[in-house]
């Protein structure tokens, strides 16, 4: 158990919908990142917030956004929702920078239909 | 941009055996981090090793070693001892953007393990 929590598991939704993706990281880690993992662009980075701003963009796309909330938990939305969204997401979650290590939730696979 | 690259998309081997997955970078850093992860069929990623590049000693973590050379930029790692619970895609990542940091990930090696 790496200690990140991601909501829900799985999550089979309709084009043109939109779902939310919540993320749990470790006690204590400021830092989330979100992650893509498709088959046919394997893992991109999409979002990175630090204790509640946002750091970085990747390539993330302008129907999805995401925010960090207080208690750190983060949530990825994702909008207008496209067959080519379906991907499985990564939460992930640092103490700090340099060599210290990323701690990956378990994903949510989210099926597009 | 930093790349990342992993040239062999499938290797597999004999229980017990020892095999080497390959990973070569591009970075105008001088000094950074690099990590393994490792994606078993759960699909959670965990880190297998990492290692500092101001560090020449190459990093060892009980079965799992890697061959870190610098200059040529390439980061394999060496699994002795093959066991069925090794069998897993394994990413090769490097960190960038001081102060961001996210993780570049080559296109992963799926690792099979022969009984």
């Known amino acids: 158990d790496s200690g990140v929590t991601q909501t829900p598991k799985h999550l089979i939704t309709a084009t043109g919908q939109r779902v939310t993706l919540r993320c749990s990281p470790r006690?204590?880690?400021?830092?989330v990142y979100w992650y893509q993992q498709s088959l046919d662009q394997g893992l991109q980075f999409l979002i990175h917030?630090?204790?509640?701003?946002?750091?970085a963009k990747g390539n993330i796309l302008e129907r999805f956004s995401a925010q960090q909330f207080p208690d750190l938990h983060s949530e990825l939305n994702l909008s207008s929702l496209e067959l080519g969204d379906s991907a499985l997401y990564f939460c992930?979650?640092?103490?700090?920078?340099?060599?210290?290590?990323?701690?990956f939730g378990q994903g949510t696979r989210l099926t597009v239909v | 941009a930093q790349t990342v690259t992993q040239s062999q998309p499938e290797m597999s081997v004999q229980e017990a055996e020892t095999v080497t997955l390959s990973c070569t970078y591009d970075?105008?850093?001088?000094?950074?981090?690099l990590f393994w992860y490792k994606q078993p069929p759960s699909r959670q990623m965990i880190l297998v090793i990492r290692?500092?590049?101001?560090?020449?000693q190459n990093a060892t973590e009980n079965r799992f070693s890697v061959n870190f050379q610098k200059a040529a930029k390439s980061f394999s790692l060496k699994i002795s001892d093959s066991q069925l619970g090794d069998a897993a895609m394994y990413f090769c990542?490097?960190?960038?953007?001081?102060?961001?940091?996210?993780?570049?990930f080559g296109t992963g090696t799926r690792l099979t393990i022969i009984p």
């Open positions: 992930a979650s640092r103490k700090g920078g340099g060599a210290a290590e990323a701690f």
């Open positions: 990542a490097l960190p960038e953007d001081f102060g961001n940091e996210k993780l570049t």
């Open positions: 006690s204590g880690d400021l830092s």
């Open positions: 917030y630090y204790n509640g701003e946002e750091r």
């Open positions: 290692q500092e590049a101001y560090k020449q």
């Open positions: 970075t105008s850093e001088s000094d950074y981090y």
